[in-house]
């Protein structure tokens, strides 16, 4: 699904606006959360509503790296918007050694280095020097960014309160679907909200 991400949000381009599938994704995820998670899971939400920084940051984290992927979309290639996602675990790894001196092993970087060169093979359908012909623009810049929130999401579920995993993530999804409505307020008064199409739709329900 992660990585389904970059072609849904190449087709996505011109048949729905980035900010209209980060809020209705998240509107859907709310709804659905909220109509069949257990009420045992539900009662979890009052004990982790002292813990509302961390759920807000992390809920924060997640718009910022969700806009950034579809706003990426439209100025750069699925090709690049594959290789730079890809780089996510190396960032989250060095993150890890940066923040605790997490070890870095021999075998950890044969492993990045071969899910690396698997990413460019494969957005690149087999020819790595077609990376020689590519410019790097703002898209580029837009999904490294995005990269790296997510890293420093993944790294700072290593601060996750006690509590069940879904209880946590529909908290954490009710912040995103909040933070997400003033950008999309935003991309409404800029003029450039699409509404979608039928492709677009189905991009939103990815």
């Known amino acids: 699904f992660w990585g389904g991400n970059v072609p849904a949000a190449r087709l996505g381009v011109g048949e729905i606006s980035p900010m209209v599938i980060v809020t209705g994704r998240w509107a859907i995820a709310c709804l659905l959360l909220y109509l069949f998670l257990p009420k045992n899971v539900r009662a979890e939400w009052k004990d982790l509503l002292p813990h509302w920084r ?3 940051f992390m809920g924060a984290m997640l ?8 706003l990426a979309a439209v100025h750069t290639s699925g090709l690049n918007l594959a290789i730079l996602q890809g780089v996510t675990p190396v960032l989250v790894i060095l993150g890890a050694w940066i923040a605790w001196r997490t070890p870095i092993g021999a075998v950890r970087w044969v492993g990045l280095a071969i899910s ?3 990413v460019v ?7 790595p020097l077609a990376l020689a012909k590519t410019k790097v ?5 837009l999904q490294f960014i995005s990269s790296s929130v997510y890293a420093i999401y993944a790294l700072a579920l290593r601060n996750k309160p006690a509590g069940s995993a879904w209880a946590l993530f529909a908290l954490i999804s009710v912040v995103s ?30």
Not at 63 to 70: A, Y
Not at 185 to 204: K, M, N
């Open 177 to 206: 679907f909040a933070t997400s409505l003033p950008l999309l307020a935003i991309e409404y008064a800029s003029g450039a909200t699409i509404w979608p199409t039928q492709q677009g739709f189905l991009v939103l329900l990815y």
């Open 116 to 118: 690396i060169f698997g």
């Open 54 to 56: 961390w759920i807000a």
């Open 137 to 141: 623009n703002i898209g580029d810049v």
């Open 63 to 70: 718009t910022t790296s969700n806009s950034l992927i579809f």
């Open 121 to 127: 093979l494969v957005a690149t359908n087999g020819d």
